[in-house]
């Protein structure tokens, strides 16, 4: 599944992927976020809006990547 993730960062010409487990949580992604000071978050899994939400107001380039395929029950 990450596959299809690196393919987009490539075919954008983005130099460093770095892809975060979807089973961290809340404070990990922010955090994280923070630490490495994104220039921009993509986001796949969970409550998509919300860390956008957080990202953007934090001012990030921030979206929500529709991946075909995936369920949040899966």
């Known amino acids: ?3 299809r993730v690196r393919q ?16 961290a949580d809340w404070d990990e992604l922010t955090a994280t976020i923070d630490e490495v000071a994104a220039e921009e978050v993509w986001v796949t ?13 934090k001012g990030y380039r921030a979206r929500a990547l529709a991946l075909t395929g995936f ?4």
């Open 1 to 3: 599944g990450w596959m």
């Open 8 to 23: 987009r960062a490539k075919a954008r010409g983005v130099e460093l992927p770095l892809v975060i487990s979807d089973h």
């Open 45 to 57: 899994h969970g409550r998509e809006e919300a860390l956008v939400y957080y990202a953007t107001k």
């Open 71 to 74: 369920e949040e029950d899966e």
